[in-house]
């Protein structure tokens, strides 16, 4: 299949370099200015959709670029939260015709989202991979063998058999969520909740080390799980049954102190749920959707105090 992804960044990169290694050609979509590309990216991926503890690899991805006018089965689009519209007017300026495929953070109603993609064929979806590109194109990146995807009746788009075999030759696997806006909703409230947590002292600058130190403190993730139940109380509050994502919301049920000690002992034996925790570096992308979480919950009127306290530290 010819699969494009719009700009260079981990995410698309990560995926592209899968979709590329299974047979498919693989396109770029640069934005305006962006034109100074390598012509190929040095891989280091932990591969987790063979092994689950993963397998260290080394690849060299080839970069190509994608040209005006041109027609794609599917377009991934893996952005900033807030910078979608301008990453859509891009495809839309360019005449780039596909199935767009959004792995993005959304913190709207389905309306909204509507709104933003506008007239073109969509599919929401969330990836289960991150990483890290330095300055000298060296993608040091983990991939899952999953990706969360929404259902076909949910779906927006007439190819969507298409996608599952475009997903399965790279062997990556499918979960299906009841609704994939909710699911990404409660993704983001969990995120808040870690988020707020890492960084309760007011310090973020060094979310990688934040990181590391909660996934060795059971304590700290005693007190996650305790932020975690406050913010999911945000989505909730949103009209969302969380009794329909029992699996996903099953280790905050348990008491915190077990939920803590367990976790620990996971980050502690997984290297691919450990990585990918540390990895990723943006703070103004992390710090987004504890805002929202943080925004709506006030907007509420809910008592939210752990996390509140936290995020206001942070925040000032």
């Not at 300055?135 to 996608?163: P, T």
């Not at 059971?218 to 029992?246: D, H, P, Q």
């Amino acid at each position: 299949m010819r699969v494009a992804i719009l700009g260079l960044g981990v995410i698309g990169t990560t995926y592209a370099y899968a979709f590329q290694k299974a047979g498919h050609e693989v396109f770029h979509i640069l934005r305006d200015g962006k034109k100074d590309i390598p012509s190929e990216v040095s891989v280091h991926l932990l591969d987790g959709r063979y092994d689950s503890k993963g397998e260290e690899k080394e690849g060299i991805y080839r970069v190509t670029a994608a040209h005006e006018n041109e027609e794609f089965d599917f377009i991934f689009v893996s952005v900033a939260s807030g910078n979608l519209n301008s990453a859509l007017d891009t495809i839309n300026k360019r005449n780039i015709k596909g199935t767009i495929v959004l792995f993005c953070n959304f913190w709207n109603e389905r309306k909204e989202v509507e709104q933003l993609v506008g007239s073109l064929p969509y599919i929401l979806a969330f990836p289960t991979a991150g990483g890290h590109m330095d300055k000298n194109w060296n993608l040091n990146c983990v991939l899952f063998d999953h990706i969360m995807l929404e259902a076909e009746e949910k779906a927006r788009i007439d190819n969507y058999s298409d996608l599952i075999t475009l997903l399965t030759s790279a062997d990556i696997k499918q979960e299906i969520p009841y609704d994939m806006l909710e699911w990404i909703w409660i993704h983001m409230a969990i995120n808040a909740g870690v988020t707020s947590t890492a960084g309760r002292n007011g310090v973020i600058d060094n979310p990688n080390q934040l990181a590391k130190d909660l996934m060795g403190d059971a304590k700290a993730l005693k007190l996650a799980v305790k932020s975690i139940r406050e913010t999911l109380k945000v989505v909730e509050g949103r009209g969302v049954n969380l009794g329909l994502y029992k699996n996903e919301l099953l280790p905050y049920k348990i008491p915190a102190g077990l939920a803590g000690i367990l976790m620990k002992k996971l980050f502690s034996s997984n290297e691919l749920t450990y990585r990918i925790m540390t990895l990723h570096s943006d703070v103004n992308d992390i710090l987004y959707g504890c805002r929202c979480v943080y925004d709506e919950g006030k907007k509420l009127g809910l008592e939210l105090p752990l996390f509140y306290n936290s995020l206001e530290r942070i925040i000032v």
